[in-house]
């Protein structure tokens, strides 16, 4: 629901002093009530942080964004490789009230009846809340199934051998005249917009890989970027990057890399299921 596990205790914490203050004998659905209880908690959560300002993890160094926030940096990536960046960060931008509805129910199999009154709507406004954030963490595909399987396994393997730091196995998915194209908050003071050859990009994003770059490449899952499978790097289940590909012949011809928080905004990402 809230993708943090600190803010998940914070709920829990909230949720067990109204426990200890109500007279529990007297609620005749214990599961129930405490359903509700805690769901309002993670509303109360989901609406303070839409409304306030917060440092976007752009401004963080890259070796602290995971440590950042609370919680152990480890326990949040099982956290997250068990729900899947991709779907958090997809949750991330919903409405409060969408999440809620989209979770409640597709996830833990909450009637609509018992999640209108936690939102506040009709069971029928509540089932719209879901219908919505389900179109939305499915995306729509600009390629076909068989596509887009083709396209996910050479995006796995250039993962797989960006995080081994594999040289040759990151040749073996780039095309020899592969152009990657990164934002400003993308790249280094001074380093250039555009680079060409794969032979010049892989032992950048390979020295990356061995140095800052290794502990933000344990957030990184295939999703669907605009349409086409790609990239994203999500700390906390908060999009960092997002990388674009153009694949021809099971090679990357192109690539995009997308740091800028605007830009990031505007990209489409929907989770990669079922290909």
Same mark, same amino acid.
């Given at each position: 629901?809230?993708?943090?596990?600190?803010?998940?205790?914070?709920?829990?914490?909230?949720?067990?002093?109204?426990?200890?203050?109500?007279?529990?004998?007297?609620?005749?659905?214990?599961?129930?009530?405490?359903?509700?209880?805690?769901?309002?908690?993670?509303?109360?959560?989901?609406?303070?942080?839409?409304?306030?300002?917060?440092?976007?993890?752009?401004?963080?160094?890259?070796?602290?964004?995971?440590?950042?926030?609370?919680?152990?940096?480890?326990?949040?990536?099982?956290?997250?490789?068990?729900?899947?960046?991709?779907?958090?960060?997809?949750?991330?931008?919903?409405?409060?009230?969408?999440?809620?509805?989209?979770?409640?129910?597709?996830?833990?199999?909450?009637?609509?009846?018992?999640? $209108? #009154?936690?939102?506040? @709507?009709?069971?029928?406004? =509540? &089932?719209?809340? *879901?219908?919505? /954030?389900?179109?939305?963490? !499915? +995306?729509?595909?600009?390629?076909?199934?068989?596509?887009?399987?083709?396209?996910?396994?050479?995006?796995?393997?250039?993962?797989?051998?960006?995080?081994?730091?594999?040289?040759?196995?990151?040749?073996?998915?780039?095309?020899?005249?592969?152009?990657?194209?990164?934002?400003?908050?993308?790249? $280094? #003071?001074?380093?250039? @917009?555009?680079?060409?050859? =794969? &032979?010049?990009? *892989?032992?950048? /994003?390979?020295?990356?890989? !061995? +140095?800052?770059?290794?502990?933000?490449?344990?957030?990184?899952?295939?999703?669907?970027?605009?349409?086409?499978?790609?990239?994203?790097?999500?700390?906390?289940?908060?999009?960092?990057?997002?990388?674009?590909?153009?694949?021809?012949?099971?090679?990357?011809?192109?690539?995009?890399?997308?740091?800028? #928080?605007?830009?990031?905004?505007?990209?489409?990402? =929907?989770?990669?299921?079922?290909?």
């Amino acid at each position: 629901m809230l993708g943090s596990l600190s803010d998940a205790d914070d709920a829990l914490q909230e949720a067990w002093l109204k426990v200890s203050r109500a007279d529990v004998s007297a609620i005749e659905n214990l599961g129930g009530w405490l359903t509700t209880v805690v769901a309002r908690a993670c509303l109360d959560s989901l609406r303070a942080r839409k409304s306030r300002r917060e440092e976007t993890l752009e401004t963080q160094a890259p070796e602290s964004i995971a440590a950042n926030g609370g919680g152990d940096p480890e326990q949040e990536a099982v956290l997250a490789d068990s729900v899947g960046l991709a779907l958090l960060v997809v949750l991330d931008t919903l409405d409060p009230a969408e999440r809620l509805a989209f979770v409640l129910h597709d996830m833990f199999g909450v009637p609509f009846d018992e999640i $209108a #009154p936690i939102v506040g @709507r009709s069971p029928d406004a =509540a &089932r719209q809340l *879901a219908s919505r /954030a389900r179109r939305r963490v !499915r +995306g729509a595909p600009t390629a076909s199934t068989a596509d887009l399987t083709a396209q996910r396994k050479v995006v796995e393997a250039f993962l797989t051998a960006l995080r081994g730091g594999d040289f040759e196995g990151l040749l073996a998915v780039l095309d020899p005249e592969v152009v990657v194209r990164l934002d400003a908050a993308a790249r $280094a #003071p001074g380093a250039p @917009r555009e680079v060409r050859r =794969a &032979r010049t990009w *892989a032992e950048g /994003a390979i020295a990356f890989a !061995r +140095g800052a770059g290794s502990r933000m490449l344990g957030f990184a899952q295939p999703a669907l970027v605009n349409g086409s499978v790609g990239l994203v790097l999500a700390p906390r289940g908060r999009l960092w990057r997002a990388l674009r590909f153009v694949i021809r012949d099971e090679k990357i011809v192109e690539v995009e890399v997308v740091a800028d #928080p605007t830009r990031l905004q505007e990209v489409e990402i =929907a989770v990669l299921n079922g290909v």
